[in-house]
């Protein structure tokens, strides 16, 4: 019996607990032992600075799409990314961390390699593009949820930080946030928004996204035209990021599927469910295409 099997799912981790648990280096997104035949795979959410953590994972469900290691220049099936993609065949454990506070790692319990991994392109940590591996990977334990404030206090701490970011910025992640969420559907269709399993269901919203089809309505409300209520601290007028195609019913979380729209309007969309509003917001994406 390996010291893994006392740690408990949810709880936080340190660095030096892990390495002792799974008998793994110091350091490294995905870590292999020989000696326990365990793969240990962290998945960062701790910063969205793309030159320290150029890494783009994404839930679907119990399901993560981690992205293999290589930080710069395109990922190959070589080394731990060969390990990870062999371990059903070579019965090797899979272990999940995930830190959303630096050094604080909480486990996530085991997983498995449910498909074969497939390939996307991503910016590496010097905006360059490149080909990344996905591999999917399913979480064992059904009850295994994170706590919903957890959640939202690292999504609002991401907001604050785009809310500062300059304009064109802003657009260039946004503009490759919407063409990997995009791509990922492309490669497998029956893939829904990324969404998580938390103490109730959420969907993950990208902050770009919903930052940049703000700055695309230069302040006005797509559907009612009229200006936003206020001005907030950042100078930036307070409208809501709407995605016509709901995300709980199929949508994708793409700039084609989001636009701006006053809080008024927000909460009559979502209570009248009137197909003339939706249609209105259809064109007005279709007519903004031209632009962006």
């Not at 793994?24 to 998945?43: D, E, L, M, P």
């Not at 701006?260 to 939706?278: G, Q």
């Amino acid at each position: 019996m390996t010291e893994n099997s006392k740690l408990s799912i949810g709880q936080i981790y340190n660095n030096n607990e892990i390495m002792q648990a799974f008998k793994v280096a110091n350091s490294g997104g995905i870590r292999y032992s020989k000696t326990t035949q365990c793969v240990v795979i962290f998945s960062f959410r701790y910063t969205t600075n793309a030159k320290e953590m150029p890494y783009q994972d994404q839930w679907v469900g119990d399901v993560i799409h981690y992205t293999g290691q290589g930080m710069e220049g395109d990922q190959t099936l070589t080394r731990n990314n060969k390990v990870l993609a062999n371990s059903s065949e070579k019965a090797i454990q899979i272990h999940l961390f995930e830190a959303f506070v630096k050094g604080e790692n909480i486990y996530r319990g085991q997983g498995r390699l449910i498909d074969q991994p497939y390939t996307v392109s991503e910016l590496d940590k010097n905006g360059n593009e490149r080909i990344v591996y996905k591999f999917p990977i399913q979480i064992n334990d059904q009850q295994n949820s994170l706590d919903e404030r957890l959640l939202r206090e690292v999504d609002n701490k991401e907001k604050q930080i785009v809310r500062k970011l300059d304009d064109a910025t802003v657009q260039r992640y946004a503009k490759e946030a919407s063409r990997l969420n995009q791509e990922i559907v492309d490669e497998k269709p029956a893939l829904t928004a990324s969404y998580r399993e938390v103490t109730s269901q959420q969907f993950e919203r990208n902050p770009y996204i919903a930052r940049y089809v703000k700055d695309l309505s230069h302040g006005f409300c797509a559907l009612c035209g009229q200006p936003a209520p206020f001005i907030d601290q950042q100078g930036i007028p307070f409208l809501h990021s709407h995605h016509v195609q709901y995300l709980s019913q199929g949508g994708h979380d793409t700039i084609n599927n989001c636009i701006a729209v006053c809080p008024n309007c927000h909460a009559r969309i979502h209570t009248l469910e009137d197909p003339k509003d939706k249609q209105i917001l259809l064109d007005k994406i279709a007519n903004r295409k031209s632009i962006i």
